[in-house]
């Protein structure tokens, strides 16, 4: 069981690293209308940090702000933060503060991410790139719920169940896991890890920074924080960019379910690309034939596992490669191993990918996503959703709707989830691939007829998860270079060729 649940994790390493002043939810403004003072001290980072960014520097700070923002004379916790300065005063226009996704990755290393996956000058010109461990991840005030890799738990993306017997054992590990959680939360952190209190902090930092306004990106799980902070704060978000959208303020039930869609949609990309190379793996000469592929191996892994890698991890791990091409052929390996029976190549490729449990970053995930949202307490309800899926979206639908730890969180939600407002200004440029495996093109349609006219939809005829830097549509990337740089957003919605 223990190879079984660390071969899992292996698969699945880029889906766990990867998919609110008063408790009022209305557009706010800066802390207490005082003039912005730069108030940190910048420093050399931690070492996990200089590593990570290596060979670029960055320097690092902390930001004090309020545990609980309801009493904001109470408890504080740190917030730490990274920086890479501009280099060119006359072309500085502020600070871009990033966000790409989780929630509950860690974040001090982006700035250099970023300039590594080769982000335009104009862009290190323009602005201060700002990354941060939000609260409660790796150097600002981190949470456990004590992770441990002989648990029977793998992911935070509940496993694929193959009949509603694995609904109603999914649901005793949710309880155990959320019960587990709860007993581990020693200070009583875990409640106050929501996007809204987060959206806060970042404007506290943009104060703390000695910043009129602050620009934003954000990806993936970014894009919800995004929204909650160009909608709390309107009047002191400047350009916000938002990639590959989950289509709301927080990943809550049916956000989790669009992964089945996203997979759909996403998936005939991986086909097409496998059935082009038959001769080199085997696996089916046309798309239809990669697809039943793909559901004889699942069927044949739910009745026997091969070197621990079940059904359910096989799908999750498919679902993770469908995240960008890079990431095709070795899948398609594995999936050649798998056919042909070949044990001893799919121990070494699992033992390649294998990993430790990431606690804190799981435990930050589940503390945000449950404190966000109403989630159902009813197993019923995700028995009924499983078997609706399962039929609807069969490549992964029956894991997206099955039950998570949030049905049994401890902590009903503080406040409701920020609702988006499109009062304000026309500063929101939404970036969406039209196929993406964990937030489909729809999320990004959610978020523009939200925004209205504070928006502007940017589409891509293109597959995966991340456009901006991540991806390599220079339509994309040039329209929002535009606009990061010279403020020059899309008169209306736009789309972008293959």
Not at 187 to 215: P, V
Not at 257 to 271: K, Q, S
Request: aromatic share 8%; charged share 25%.
């Amino acid at each position: 069981m223990k190879r079984q649940r660390s071969a899992g994790r292996g698969l699945a390493v880029l889906a766990v690293l990867g998919l609110f002043g008063t408790l009022a939810t209305a557009p706010a403004t800066a802390d207490e209308g005082s003039a912005p003072t730069a108030q940190v001290e910048w420093g050399e980072c931690p070492e996990d940090t200089v590593a990570a960014a290596a060979p670029t520097v960055l320097q690092c700070a902390t930001v004090p702000v309020p545990l609980d923002y309801a009493d904001p004379d109470g408890n504080r916790i740190d917030i730490m933060i990274s920086k890479l300065a501009s280099q060119n005063p006359d072309k500085r226009r502020g600070v871009l503060m990033l966000n790409l996704g989780g929630p509950g990755s860690p974040g001090l290393s982006l700035p250099a991410d970023l300039v590594s996956r080769g982000i335009p000058a104009s862009v290190l010109d323009s602005y201060d790139l700002i990354g941060m461990d939000t609260r409660g991840v790796g150097h600002s005030a981190p949470v456990s719920c004590r992770f441990t890799a002989d648990q029977d738990y793998g992911a935070n993306i509940p496993p694929y169940a193959v009949d509603d017997a694995a609904v109603l054992e999914q649901a005793r590990i949710a309880e155990s896991v959320a019960e587990q959680c709860a007993r581990n939360d020693d200070d009583g952190r875990l409640r106050h890890l929501t996007t809204a209190n987060t959206a806060r902090d970042l404007d506290r930092i943009r104060a703390a920074l000695g910043e009129e306004k602050a620009s934003f990106f954000g990806l993936s799980y970014g894009s919800a924080l995004g929204a909650a902070y160009a909608s709390m704060f309107p009047d002191t978000s400047d350009r916000v960019v938002l990639d590959s959208n989950i289509g709301d303020t927080a990943l809550g039930q049916e956000g989790m379910r669009r992964f089945a869609l996203g997979m759909e949609e996403t998936f005939p990309d991986f086909a097409k690309w496998v059935a082009e190379r038959h001769g080199s793996y085997g696996l089916g000469r046309t798309p239809a034939q990669v697809r039943d592929t793909y559901f004889e191996l699942a069927g044949r892994l739910d009745e026997q596992p091969v070197a621990g890698l079940d059904g359910g991890m096989f799908r999750f791990g498919t679902l993770v490669s469908l995240y960008g091409e890079s990431s095709y052929a070795a899948m398609a390996q594995l999936w050649q191993s798998l056919d042909t029976y070949d044990v001893d190549a799919v121990k070494a490729q699992l033992d390649a990918d294998e990993l430790a449990p990431a606690d804190n970053n799981w435990s930050v995930f589940l503390a945000v996503t449950c404190n966000d949202s109403e989630w159902s307490e009813d197993v019923d309800t995700y028995r009924q959703a499983v078997a609706e899926d399962r039929e609807q979206f069969p490549l992964f639908g029956a894991a997206s709707a099955n039950i998570s730890p949030c049905a049994f969180w401890p902590h009903e939600p503080a406040e409701p989830r920020v609702e988006i407002t499109d009062e304000g200004p026309s500063n929101v440029l939404l970036v969406q691939n039209q196929r993406d495996p964990a937030t489909p093109h729809v999320g990004a349609e959610m978020l523009r007829e939200e925004f209205g006219d504070r928006s502007r939809l940017l589409s891509v005829d293109g597959s995966g998860h991340g456009v901006y830097v991540f991806g390599d549509n220079p339509c994309a990337s040039n329209v929002t270079t535009r606009y990061l740089v010279d403020g020059e957003m899309p008169a209306r919605d736009k789309f972008c060729r293959a």
